[in-house]
């Protein structure tokens, strides 16, 4: 999605966000779309009351359906000696460029 997101604005889109749009559930589906920032941001969007069961405690097979292949799969950092072996930031100082900067 950020890789989308500097494609749009090199083309030029302002005020908008990169979308994750689902073409089908099986086979699972997707492209990349686009929504406009007034629309979204800010914004609460509901789960459908269809995606809950009737007595309030579990989701419908719909809801299944829909949340399966976001949550499908395991994705585990790789492991040194017993402990997750995670990557090192440098931190290193870069050059300033900009003498002020003024809102």
Known sequence: MGKAAVEYAIAGHNSVMPTIERLSDKPYSWKVGMAELSKVANVEKM?????????????????????????????????????????????KAVIKKLEEFKL
């Open 47 to 91: 789960m459908p009351a269809d995606f809950i069961t009737d007595d309030g405690f579990g989701i419908t097979e719909r809801c299944r359906t829909y949340l399966s292949p976001l949550i499908e799969g395991e994705d585990y950092p790789p492991y040194k000696n017993g402990l997750p072996n995670y990557v090192r930031l440098e931190n």
